[in-house]
């Protein structure tokens, strides 16, 4: 089946400016995760949704980040007033119901820039 | 709070050698899991394997093997005649059982492979 899709796959954007990133889970995956990975580092968690529900927002690095899930389905990371230190690769990631069992999925991720 | 390390930030092999990527984690739970990731340089995040915290087997698929031993906190990852096309940034991780954020990973900085004809 059809694995994790994010789109777009590049986004360049001018300080200041917002930016939407999208995310497709996987169908059926109720857990979906949202991190980012800056250049040649290891990714940070950003934000849990269950269902359409985020019970963990602490990995968000500032109110200028927010996400929202509809459904069990697509979810959009928003960056607003964005930041050179926001350039990174985005990675979302799905799995199967709540459980420390459960392996996550990887999109092929969103490269943003901010100039 | 829940860490993992990769000490070795990059390695350089010659194909055909065999080798070992290191990992060290810490965490004041007693169930957890332990991941390997592949990120090739298409840059997408291939999952090799899981292990929990109360199995210590070590485990073999094909050229890949990993071994896990909780008395130092270790999940070692071992590749044996390296192939051009294992070149790849290799990440472990790290899932804690009581958290609130579902099945959050928390990853070490990476390892960087290339492997030279």
């Known amino acids: 089946g059809a694995g994790v899709s994010q789109s777009p796959s590049n986004k360049v954007t001018e300080k200041g400016k917002d930016v939407e990133l999208r995310c497709d889970p996987i169908?059926?995956?109720?857990?979906l995760y949202w991190y980012r990975q800056r250049l040649g580092q290891g990714l940070e968690f950003l934000i849990y949704f269950q269902g359409n529900s985020a019970p963990d927002k602490s990995g968000l690095p500032s109110d200028r980040f927010s996400a929202e899930r509809t459904g069990e389905s697509v979810s959009t990371l928003t960056i607003q007033r964005t930041q050179q230190e926001d350039s990174a690769v985005y990675l979302c990631?799905?799995?199967?119901?709540?459980?420390?069992?459960?392996?996550?999925?990887f999109g092929p991720g969103t490269r943003l820039t901010v100039l | 709070a829940q860490k993992v390390t990769q000490a070795q930030t990059e390695i350089s092999v010659v194909e055909k050698e065999d080798v070992t990527l290191d990992c060290v984690y810490e965490?004041?739970?007693?169930?957890?899991?332990l991941f390997w990731y592949k990120q090739p340089p298409s840059g997408e995040l291939v999952f090799l394997i899981r292990r929990n915290s109360f199995d210590e087997q070590n485990e073999i698929s094909g050229r890949y093997s990993w071994n896990f031993q909780k008395s130092t906190s270790s999940f070692n990852f071992t590749i044996t005649a390296s192939q051009v096309v294992d070149s790849a940034v290799y990440f472990c991780a790290l899932s804690e059982a009581e958290n609130n954020a579902g099945n959050m990973l928390t990853f070490g900085g990476g390892t960087r492979l290339m492997v030279k004809p």
């Open positions: 169908s059926g995956h109720t857990a």
């Open positions: 965490t004041r739970d007693t169930t957890y899991y």
């Open positions: 990631a799905s799995s199967l119901p709540q459980g420390y069992t459960d392996t996550q999925y």
